[in-house]
């Protein structure tokens, strides 16, 4: 805050005083203003909400296809150590110094390691091609209706502090201006003529000084709320053109990015043998994993804990 400034906001921290132990203080009420500050409040909040949630729903896309690829890569390492560096099982080439993919890889590594690369293209390819677009046509359309926003809130909190010092100088002004009411009925009565006379030259002097920056107040409080009140509406108004366009692209992008995923992971490349797709079909997979897993209960290692 410059020196101006904190000025100005000690000379209305005492006013704020004098306006509550003023007899006749006025304060300047507005009504029209009052319902176009409340609608952009409103609007306001929501476009505050709409910002955290587009930024959260990006964010939260990201982390799940980093936790699916953490899964795969857990459940991919059942069957060796496969690293995209290398394109190949590290812990192979380790055993037997060969750097050849094929050779490197378990045989029995199949569609975990399928669907591991697959997502890993996902995450390296697909996203950004989509999350690209999404910040241009999405996510900073909503950050630069949130900044102006904020742009017009400095401006309502300045309309405030300026409706402030209107009132105040109006209440002094008024209060000025009864005093020399009294002080010209005294001259003009004849009591304490000299004495009232000279007091009423001076209150005068003073009230003049105070209507000066009484008008210049009046006008600058004016003039601010007056445009305020003709812009803000404008402004709401405005505010279809840019979300209508936005949440079409948004919806967009999604259609686009589940289709691109949908078509990846229904891809020929994640083959499943022909007896698992037997037994999905016939509702018999459970039957065989619960056998299986008999089989490894019944093991005698499990029975010596």
Known sequence: MSWSGFKKAVNRAGAHVMMKTAKHSEVTVDTEFDHKEESFKKFNGLTTELEQDMAMFVKNFERLIEVQLNIVKTIDSFYGDYSFQIEGDKTAIMESGVESESETTNPRDGISLEYLKLLNEIKELVLPELLEPMQVTVIDPVSDLKSYNEEIQRLISKRGRKKFDYDVLKTKFDKL?????????????????????????????????????????????????GRLKNELDQYLSLRFSLLDPTFESFIKIQTKLYGDLYEKLTSNTLSIDGMTIEEYNAEKIDDRLDQILAKMKGLGLLNMA
């Open 177 to 225: 201006q009864r005093e020399v009411d009294g002080l010209d009925y005294s001259v003009r009565s004849g009591n304490s003529a000299a004495e009232a006379k000279q007091q009423l030259i001076k209150q005068v002097e003073r009230l003049d000084e105070v209507k000066l920056d009484f008008t210049q107040a009046q006008s600058i409080y004016e003039e601010l709320n």
